[in-house]
Every structure is written in C-alpha cells, then in structure tokens.
C-alpha cells in the first residue's frame, strides 16, 4: 500500500510488550524518545489480502522533534484535516477515538425541577466534562424537549457537546432543531436507527450489552458504543456483570470506540484502558449527584 497515509507504527517483536515496541518503533521512525503513553483503541482489520491488529497508543508526552528517519514522508494535520486524507482503511477508527474524551457523562433524572438540574449540569460542565448525555426517560415528550432546548446551549457554551437520548427517530430530527451534537440510541433502538437516515454532522453513541449489539452498532456506523455493566449496580441488580475480563474480551477488535459503564468513576480510567475501553461512562460519579445511583 505504498503511497498512503498511516499513523507511525511497526510490528511487535516476538515476546516483544506493547509499550516497549511503541518506544522502539517512534524511536527508530521518526527520532522521539516516548516519555509517557497509554492505550487508545485495539483494531482488527481484515483486508483482500490480509488480516491485521492495530494496538493503538496515545503518545501524552514526548521529547525530540519528529523526522523521518526511513526516509518516509511525514505530515502533521490538524484532527479535522485527517478524515479527507488517503488514510489506511484500518487507520479510520483511530479518527473516532482521537474525537472523543475518556470521560463521558450520563445525566440523572430531572425529577421536576429543571432549574436545579441545570444548575447541576453547569456545575459537571465546570469540571472539565466535554462529552453529556440527556438522558431524562421519566419526562413526556414536551417536557424532554424543552429541557433539552435549555441544555443544548448550556453545553455549547461550555464546549461540551451533547447527546440526547431516545429513539433515533424522534432524537435525530430534534437534536438537529436544537444544534445539540447528536443522539444515544439504547439497544432496545438499534433497529430503528438502521432505518434512520442520519446526518453525517451528528454523533451516533450506542449502549451495548453484548457482542452481537456492538457488531450491530458497528454495521449502523455508529461513532461509538458504552458496554456494561462492568461492576453490579443497584439500578439494574439483576444484569449479570461483565468484570474487567469480560468487558476486554467483547471491547478489543469492536472496531469502534467503547466506553465501560456500570460502577465506574475516573479512578478507574487506566483499568479502563487497559481493557480497551475509550474510557468510562457514569452517572453519579460523574453527575456528582448524592441521591440514589442510576444507571443505563
């Protein structure tokens, strides 16, 4: 494939650790010596010709300047940049995970006073929060949008982009009305997002439970996926839950980002990532709300 795009890399060694092959690789390609990394997204990709497994990492902090010490070419591009670039096929979902943080907030209900949880909202915004999903399934329809109308702007000012949560049907058109960022489709709408048209702007979250809801998510081109429960939670003590093993078997090779959910808070990114995961998806850890947990 001589002539396209990749992100810099090379072939682990046998016995050879991931991180230890990333130093060597950025080392002997381009001059840097890698002073900090983590995981980002494990790809399995199939070709005509061939099969390949990306273990994708995020260089934090680095010293040196790059070069191209192979004498390949080398470029830097800003994010946006990247997707009209002849990227590699199995490079593309590294563009998904380099758009998305590695923390991602789930709303708890609004009960019936709007102004407190929007209050609340600002509040979770101020942290540092970028990702939000409106989730309110005890509203009527007029209500959700309504507070959804108010919330929309509240993140946009903040740099937050938000999610609304629902059936893609009645989400997709109302997050387009409201400049909000896009929809989360629970797996009970996986089937109706197929027959949605979406707009090629807006993300698409799914939350998955198993391997056949993330292969769906993925044939529906959605941007990304939450998993769980990773850990029992008291809002569905019945589900069964995946542990951190159970969550890398299903989240590595999905071939979109996915984010842990299910008694997660932002202690738990490296095990997170170490499994494979964008990062966690939570409601009181990150809501910062004291009253009784929720959880999708």
Not at 5 to 11: A, I, L, S
Not at 171 to 178: F, K, W
Not at 237 to 253: H, I, K, S, T
Request: glycine share 10%.
């Amino acid at each position: 494939m001589a002539g396209r795009w990749e992100f810099p890399g090379g072939k682990l060694r046998a016995g050879e650790a991931q991180h230890d092959a990333l130093i060597r690789e950025l080392d002997e390609e381009l001059g840097l010596d890698v002073q900090a990394a983590r995981p980002l997204i494990e790809i399995h990709h199939r070709y005509p010709d061939r099969s390949v497994v990306l273990h994708v990492w995020s260089v934090e902090r680095y010293a040196g300047e790059a070069r191209g010490c192979e004498g390949q070419a080398l470029r830097w591009l800003a994010p946006g940049m990247l997707r009209t670039t002849d990227l590699l096929e199995a490079d593309q979902p590294i563009l998904a995970a380099l758009a998305l943080p590695d923390r991602y907030l789930i709303t708890g209900e609004p009960a019936d006073d709007a102004a407190r949880f929007l209050a609340r909202l600002d509040a979770a915004l101020a942290r540092g929060l970028e990702l939000v999903q409106l989730r309110a399934t005890a509203l009527t329809p007029p209500a959700f949008a309504e507070l959804a109308a108010a919330a929309a702007p509240l993140c946009r000012a903040r740099g937050a982009r938000l999610l609304i949560n629902g059936d893609p049907q009645s989400t997709l058109p109302l997050a387009r009305a409201l400049g909000a960022d896009g929809v989360h489709v629970p797996a009970r709408y996986l089937s109706s997002l197929r027959r949605t048209q979406r707009a090629g702007d807006l993300l698409v979250g799914v939350s998955c439970h198993d391997a056949q809801e993330l292969r769906t998510a993925r044939a529906c081109a959605a941007d990304f996926a939450v998993l769980g429960p990773v850990r029992a939670t008291p809002g569905h003590p019945d589900a069964q839950p995946l542990g951190w093993a159970g969550f890398a078997a299903l989240a590595r090779g999905a071939g979109l980002p996915v984010y842990a959910l299910g008694g997660m808070g932002s202690e738990d990114l490296t095990a997170a990532w170490d499994a494979g995961a964008q990062g966690i998806a939570a409601i009181r850890a990150l809501w910062g709300d004291a009253e009784r947990r929720q959880d999708v």
